[in-house]
């Protein structure tokens, strides 16, 4: 069974900076895309970015594009998330799962943007 667990969020201000962290246990990712997703309260989970299986194609959610830069260590099974700029906007729980959200959904990591 696949655990995803989602970690590295918390509070910063608005223009602040954080690094997100998946990492996948009991599968070995490196021949899928993957992605982070976002919730906000009483909002639809939203795709931020995915990137294949190489790393080679990379694509962001406009909303997010220029500020945050998805990468991936097939060798560690991780995937992360580097935000940047962050504003009030980006407030959700963060996840990762697969480009077909094929695994079964983390606890994710919560990413609150605050003054």
């Known amino acids: 069974q696949v655990q995803l667990v989602e970690s590295g969020g918390g509070l910063v201000q608005p223009g602040g900076s954080l690094r997100l962290s998946c990492a996948a246990y009991?599968?070995?990712?490196?021949?899928?895309?993957m992605g982070w997703y976002r919730q906000a309260p009483g909002k639809e989970r939203e795709v931020v970015a995915t990137?294949?299986?190489?790393?080679?194609?990379?694509n962001y959610a406009d909303s997010v594009k220029g500020r945050f830069i998805i990468s991936r260590d097939n060798a560690k099974d991780t995937v992360s998330l580097q935000m940047n700029s962050l504003k009030p906007e980006d407030t959700a729980v963060y996840y990762c799962n697969g480009v077909n959200r094929q695994f079964i959904w983390g606890q994710g990591t919560q990413v609150t943007v605050s003054s």
């Open positions: 990137i294949s299986s190489a790393g080679g194609t990379i």
């Open positions: 009991g599968y070995m990712f490196g021949n899928l895309g």
